[in-house]
């Protein structure tokens, strides 16, 4: 009997300390040798799980609408710019339908959000009960861009930890499974979608002059995701470090886990309220 995907999420999981520089990129040594290893058989895993993917998510999203499970899912996309958290977000969550979903792109903070505490604008954003939330960059931007920018001293970034730590222990309480996820990507695959933008004119909307300032501190921010990920990553709040060089891998990895993770919740299509044989005849008195 096949353990993929199973084997895959557990070497995607991080547990205890990590060395971004350690973990490929690209295809790992470790990839299963049951998991597709091309763009086309990963295309036709997608497909194949489309289906089960869908009816769990109207079960989640019925179930919840009726009362009967408070369940929902919260998945967390980081990663340097051009990762590919959009396609994530395109490819993956798109096999879903939307009203079952809430998707929503953190930016630089409002005046507003600026007043508040750096979790607050989170809270306003998280999914309720039946619903699959992605969050397109998150809280974790408060402990890597304040890092490495220094927009915050290092004490306050300290204080941030634990905070993160407890937050994502309530979400947890409150039924929602949280799932973060960076999208690592390499130097050398970077540059080449950076360039991809400049050269064409349908991408120039992408790109940033920012993103060659963030992309000379790449050294930088990559220690800055390893503390992130060493301090917050817990068994309720677990981190996965996907290699992100090639789309279809990552966006596979992305897929696998929320299959696996609807399915631990198993909803439940909810029970009708009322009494279907007598709303048949009901019905069936109106030919």
């Not at 919260?74 to 990663?79: E, K, R």
């Not at 977000?89 to 879903?96: A, I, T």
């Not at 004490?155 to 929602?176: S, T, W």
Request: proline share 5%; net charge negative.
């Amino acid at each position: 009997m096949s353990e993929y995907p199973q084997n895959l999420l557990a070497q995607l999981r991080v547990v205890g300390e990590v060395d971004l520089s350690q973990r490929a990129t690209g295809e790992p040594d470790w990839w299963p040798k049951d998991a597709p290893r091309s763009k086309r058989k990963a295309a036709k895993r997608l497909e194949a799980i489309a289906a089960e993917l869908t009816e769990l998510q109207e079960r989640l999203f019925a179930s919840a609408l009726h009362g009967q499970l408070r369940d929902s899912l919260l998945l967390v996309l980081q990663g340097m710019d051009t990762a590919g958290k959009g396609g994530i977000v395109r490819h993956v969550m798109g096999l879903f339908d939307p009203q079952g979903v809430d998707h929503h792109a953190f930016k630089a903070p409002t005046d507003e959000e600026q007043a508040h505490d750096f979790l607050w604008r989170v809270q306003q954003r998280l999914p309720g009960p039946g619903i699959i939330g992605v969050f397109d960059r998150s809280h974790y931007e408060d402990v890597l861009i304040h890092r490495v920018q220094k927009l915050s001293s290092t004490q306050q970034i300290e204080a941030r930890y634990p905070k993160i730590v407890d937050f994502e222990h309530a979400l947890h309480e409150r039924g929602i499974h949280l799932h973060k996820v960076m999208l690592h990507i390499g130097p050398a695959e970077q540059y080449a979608r950076l360039s991809e933008r400049l050269d064409r004119e349908d991408k120039h909307w992408k790109y940033s002059p920012a993103d060659v300032e963030d992309r000379l501190l790449f050294a930088e921010y990559q220690r800055a995701y390893e503390l992130a990920i060493e301090r917050t990553a817990t068994v309720d709040a677990p981190w996965y470090v996907i290699p992100a060089d090639q789309k279809w891998r990552a966006r596979l990895c992305v897929a696998e886990l929320l299959l696996h993770t609807l399915r631990e919740i198993d909803p439940l299509w909810p029970k009708a309220d009322f009494d279907v044989a007598a709303e048949r005849k009901r019905l069936d008195a109106t030919k």
